[in-house]
């Protein structure tokens, strides 16, 4: 089992850039695909990025757009999360995960949640 915390969100301008990370804690942290997803008002939960278990290979969401980048620390259990350019359209709860299959973008292939952190974009 995978305990996940989020933090690093809060309210920025368009155009700026912010980090999240994801803590991770429990079964070892390598043997773990990851993902960010989110969630925005009124809306249902969507793909943002996934990285491989070894973080050598990442997906990412179509409205990405190469303006996000997602790296992992397998020494200190940590997925990132880099969102640079971001746009009040990106404003949401996002969420990291953890499974087995590297590269999905179902959420129902992963099995362990964290709460959320809230990023806000202002125009």
């Known amino acids: 089992q995978v305990h996940l915390a989020e933090f690093g969100g809060g309210l920025v301008q368009a155009g700026d850039s912010l980090r999240l990370s994801c803590a991770t804690s429990g079964d070892t942290f390598r043997n773990y695909a990851m993902g960010w997803f989110r969630r925005a008002p009124g809306k249902a939960r969507e793909f943002v990025a996934a990285l491989s278990r070894n973080g050598d290979t990442s997906y990412f969401g179509d409205f990405v757009a190469g303006r996000f980048t997602v790296f992992r620390d397998n020494a200190e259990n940590l997925l990132y999360l880099q969102m640079d350019s971001l746009k009040p359209e990106d404003t949401a709860l996002y969420y990291c995960?953890?499974?087995?299959?590297?590269?999905?973008?179902?959420?129902?292939?992963?099995?362990?949640w964290g709460q959320g952190t809230q990023v806000t974009v202002s125009s």
């Open positions: 995960a953890a499974g087995t299959h590297d590269g999905s973008s179902w959420d129902a292939e992963y099995d362990y």
